[in-house]
């Protein structure tokens, strides 16, 4: 090694001691992801509280992680979790084997499942990495009501989703109608 090739090496310190030092302030600052950054997965509902699911594991089928689980079961009139035939009655995703790639929320036929920006999913435990419907569920909003209930859009499955308002319009339709009425 000659010289200069030392001399070279302190020139790169030399610059970067000048430079404004990018320090990330995390924890203390949150971090802000890219909007499409693909954190914590969301199952999702109708307006009316109902579950977007239907329990046809083509998430878990797509999933190249073996992470998802999925049991789908029949709706009743008196027992109702979605407004078609089925739901997922069970339905875990195991973040110890998640690499968040989003193939399985492309798999989804009903937009049931997207991700959310969250990245926070470091834990104590095992068992406590195996996320089930009680946290992957979305929060009810207003106007919703949690299953299981009769559907509150429409007394059947093509009234439902005919009455459905386009994707990005607010429904306004359920937080009026009063609670227990089926419309
Ligand atoms: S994000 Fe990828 S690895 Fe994680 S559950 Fe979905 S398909 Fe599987
Ligand atoms: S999340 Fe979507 S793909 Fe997965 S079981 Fe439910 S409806 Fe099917």
């Known amino acids: ?58 998430c878990a089928w797509a999933c190249p992680a073996d992470a998802i689980y ?50 926070e999913l470091a834990d104590h435990s095992r068992e406590a990495l195996i996320y089930e419907k009680d946290r992957l569920l979305a929060p009810l909003l207003t106007g919703m009501e949690a299953p299981p209930h009769p559907r509150r859009l429409g007394p059947d499955e093509q009234s439902y989703f005919l009455g459905l308002p386009p994707t990005g319009t607010p429904d306004t339709r359920v937080a009026s109608a009063p609670k227990g009425e089926e419309k």
């Open 1 to 58: 090694m000659g010289m200069f090739d030392a001399w070279a090496g302190f020139g790169v310190t030399f610059r970067t001691m000048f430079k404004k030092p990018f320090t990330e302030s995390y924890p203390k600052k949150p971090f802000v992801t890219a909007p499409r950054f693909h954190g914590r997965h969301q199952l999702n509902r109708w307006p009316d509280g109902l579950e977007k699911c239907v329990g046809c594991e083509l």
């Open 70 to 119: 999925v049991e789908g079961a029949e709706n009743t009139d008196e027992d109702r979790y979605s407004p078609g035939e089925r739901y997922g009655r069970v339905y875990q995703i195991n973040y110890l084997r998640c690499i968040l790639c989003g193939l399985c929320i492309e798999a989804c036929p009903t937009r049931a499942l997207t991700m959310t920006n969250e990245f």
